[in-house]
């Protein structure tokens, strides 16, 4: 949506909305530009046709796809004087191709783009961000108060990537929460994730994006580009990548990445072993 304040407009994008946004999040891991990227585009130029004129200053926001997306207009429309600024929740990054095709758009408006994540969000450590400052806020996520203790586990890491986590109530005012460090976990997971794009070949990566995001796909689409056929020999491949990974990561060893994890692990075994209130 476009919201207009005094003398400014403020254009604000959703998170991923369906299944055809799903697949539209594992294109844009082997594509420079997505159908709904451009489309996001496309409603920002008919706005800002629209409203420009009658405002000195605009900004775009979003959170999860809605921060691609504000982060891929700010790449290409960063240039104009009136865009004051640009931030990303949660959002997800671009492939090299996008990186390739836009280098100098990217160098030249990324001072403009701003992405701000939970310290432990999985999301935004997905391919290469187009900000050119990225800021972690201390998580405020908690199991919540269902019984179950699957839903409680949803709860506590799915949480991870609400934007709700990231806020605190202080004179009866919603505010950021502070500053911190990315999580050692996820900033591990992000490496490894850029390691996996660089060494890939095209069908593999588009197979192993495709089943990061199937589970939140309702239905199958887009069955004539393949997402959900293996490629012959894949795991056998996968395996060896994270073994050279590890050859080649200074001081990485994957039983110190498990170390690392053992404080989510731990939360786990507590919420699994805790006893229900009647």
């Not at 405002?55 to 009136?82: E, F, M, W």
């Not at 403009?112 to 050119?132: P, R």
């Not at 202080?170 to 994730?193: A, C, P, R, Y």
Request: net charge positive; with cysteine.
């Amino acid at each position: 949506m476009t919201l207009k304040y005094k003398n400014n407009l403020v254009f604000v994008f959703k998170g991923t909305s369906g299944t055809y946004e799903w697949v539209d999040n594992v294109r844009g891991t082997y594509v420079a530009d997505t159908k709904r990227q451009v489309k996001a585009l496309q409603y920002f130029d008919k706005m800002y046709k629209l409203y420009a004129d009658s405002v000195d200053k605009i900004y775009i926001t979003g959170h999860s796809k809605g921060g691609n997306k504000a982060q891929y207009i700010g790449v290409l429309r960063g240039q104009d004087p009136k865009i004051k600024h640009i931030y990303s929740f949660d959002g997800q990054g671009f492939s090299d191709l996008f990186f390739d095709k836009y280098k100098d758009l990217i160098q030249k408006n990324k001072k403009k783009i701003t992405s701000i994540s939970n310290e432990n969000d999985f999301v935004n450590i997905l391919m290469k961000l187009a900000a050119g400052n990225k800021i972690y806020i201390k998580s405020k996520t908690t199991k919540g108060k269902d019984k179950d203790k699957i839903a409680q586990m949803t709860h506590l890491f799915g949480g991870w990537h609400s934007p709700y986590s990231m806020l605190i109530l202080k004179d009866n005012k919603l505010h950021i929460n502070e500053e911190t460090n990315q999580s050692e976990v996820m900033k591990t997971v992000g490496d490894l994730f850029r390691y996996y794009s660089k060494k890939m070949s095209f069908e593999d990566n588009r197979y192993f994006c495709y089943k990061l995001a199937r589970s939140r796909m309702s239905v199958e689409y887009d069955n004539d580009e393949y997402f959900n056929k293996e490629p012959k020999d894949f795991f056998k491949r996968f395996i060896q990548i994270n073994k050279d990974y590890e050859k080649e990561t200074k001081d990485f060893k994957w039983f110190k990445f498990f170390i690392k994890t053992r404080p989510v692990i731990k939360e786990m075994i507590k919420i699994i072993a805790s006893k229900t209130d009647e």
